[in-house]
Nanobody
Framework: QVQLVESGGGLVQAGGSLRLSCAAS????????MGWFRQAPGKEREFVAT???????YYADIVKGRFTISRDNAKNTIYLQMNSLKPEDTAVYYC??????????????????WGQGTQVTVSS
């Protein structure tokens, strides 16, 4: 049974930084792509970043240059370093793992396993 547990969310001022973590268990870590999504109140869940088994990454344009996704296979954990945060980055952030190898998936339906989410609030 795959489990994903996010941590690291919180309240930060605009321009600040946060690092989210997602600890995975239940199957061989590193064999599949993992991603970060976010969902603000009243909005659709949107793609943020993804990293595959080779360490290749892909980002949404709205976070490119500000966010960095990484993985530590020894710790079964992925991270999302978020810098230069803006109020519009406020959302619940979810990590996810694909069910089968797709490369660098960006659609929510490409991911089979999801964490419970962690709240990020950026004040102006």
């Amino acid at each position: 049974q795959v489990q994903l547990v996010e941590s690291g969310g919180g309240l930060v001022q605009a321009g600040g930084s946060l690092r989210l973590s997602c600890a995975a268990s239940g199957r061989t870590f590193g064999d599949y792509a993992m991603g970060w999504f976010r969902q603000a109140p009243g909005k659709e869940r949107e793609f943020v970043a993804t990293i595959n088994w080779s360490g290749n990454t892909y980002y949404a344009d709205i976070v490119k240059g500000r966010f960095t996704i990484s993985r530590d296979n020894a710790k079964n954990t992925i991270y999302l370093q978020m810098n230069s945060l803006k109020p519009e980055d406020t959302a619940v952030y979810y990590c996810a793992e694909e069910g089968r190898r797709l490369g660098l998936p960006t659609a929510p339906y490409d991911y089979e396993y999801w964490g419970q989410g962690t709240q990020v609030t950026v004040s102006s």
